[in-house]
């Protein structure tokens, strides 16, 4: 992979939210068996979140993800193929992103901000995250982002520590 500057990160990070709304839509176009006509429109989609990954990786596994369809497939055949590369492709990503395993969600709410929510219980690798964050987001911003983060979980932690007493 390329060396993964700040930028370059979040560019990642920003192509999560999409990836995960596509999946989710399309999932449930599945379950309400309204498969039908959307194929082409998921498999274009798909293919420009997949060309968006291309560009910020020299990772040829991506490219792997890119389903190969008969052209006799039907739209539910081309929706169940989006959807398995899709899953594939947001684990990628995550993995990437340095946020595979937590049950995060990870939203883009505009501009250049980020909203991180994880789901982890308290205490169980915030060290780790705030290093992440610091790497992240680079430089100065990244170090004072990382020691926010531990101050904020610090309070927190001594709040569930003094409701326990």
Excluded: C, W
Excluded at 119 to 125: D, E, I, K, M, R
């Amino acid at each position: 992979m390329t060396e993964k500057t700040g930028e370059n990160l979040r560019a990642i990070i920003r192509l999560i939210p999409p990836a995960r709304a596509l999946k989710k839509e399309l999932s449930k176009m599945v379950q309400m068996e309204l498969a039908d006509g959307i194929g082409e429109m998921a498999l274009r989609n798909f293919k420009g979140l997949l060309e968006s990954v291309t560009k910020l990786v020299d990772d040829p596994y991506p490219a792997t993800l890119s389903p190969e369809l008969p052209e006799s497939a039907e739209d539910k055949q081309k929706v169940a193929a989006v959807l398995l590369a899709l899953s594939q492709l947001i684990a990628y990503l995550e993995g990437q992103a340095g946020i595979a395993g937590r049950d995060e969600e990870a939203k883009v709410t505009g501009g250049d901000h980020v909203v991180l929510t994880f789901n982890a219980p308290l205490g169980v690798g915030f060290e780790k995250m705030a290093k992440g964050f610091a790497k992240a987001f680079g430089g100065e911003k990244g170090l004072k982002f990382a020691e926010m983060f531990r101050e904020a979980f610090k309070g927190e932690k001594k709040e569930e520590k003094s409701k326990e007493e």
